[in-house]
Nanobody
Framework: QLQFVESGGGLVQPGGSLRLSCVGS????????MGWYRQAPGKEREFVAA????????YYADSVKGRFTISRDNAKNTVYLQMNVLKPEDTAVYYC?????????????????WGQGTQVTVSP
C-alpha cells in the first residue's frame, strides 16, 4: 500500500514561512489526488489543501486560502505545502494522504494509513 512520510515542520514565529514535504513510497503515486491535513491538540484532524493527480486543480480550506500553496512533483513522488504568513492557530501536526477526487479529499475520504506527520509550531 502506498505510504507517506512527512517532513519540514518546525518552530516559526508568526508571519514566518515553512515548506512541508510528503514523500510517497511503495506504490503508484502519480495517479492519485493528494491532500494535506492537520490536527491541533485537543481537536479533530481537519482538511487543509488538496491537489489533483495532474496538478492543474487545487482546493483550500478557507482558513489557509491565500497563505498556503499545495504543489506536487510526480517524478519525485512528492507533494509540498508552502505555508506563508503563519499564525499561532496554524500550530498542529500536519499529515498528507491520497484520495480519488478533490471533493472526497476535502471531505476526509482518504485511502492510506496515516503517517507520523510533522509538527508545526507558530509562536513568538
Amino acid at each position: 500500500q502506498l505510504q507517506f512520510v512527512e517532513s519540514g515542520g518546525g518552530l516559526v514565529q508568526p508571519g514566518g514561512s515553512l515548506r512541508l514535504s510528503c514523500v510517497g513510497s511503495r506504490g503508484i503515486f502519480s495517479i492519485y489526488g493528494m491532500g494535506w491535513y492537520r490536527q491541533a491538540p485537543g481537536k479533530e484532524r481537519e482538511f487543509v489543501a488538496a491537489i489533483n493527480w495532474s496538478a492543474d486543480s487545487t482546493y483550500y480550506a478557507d482558513s489557509v486560502k491565500g497563505r498556503f500553496t499545495i504543489s506536487r512533483d510526480n517524478a519525485k513522488n512528492t507533494v509540498y505545502l508552502q505555508m506563508n504568513v503563519l499564525k499561532p492557530e496554524d500550530t498542529a501536526v500536519y499529515y498528507c494522504n491520497r484520495g480519488t477526487t478533490l471533493s472526497r479529499l476535502r471531505d476526509g475520504e482518504t485511502l492510506s494509513a496515516w503517517g507520523q506527520g510533522t509538527q508545526v509550531t507558530v509562536s513568538p
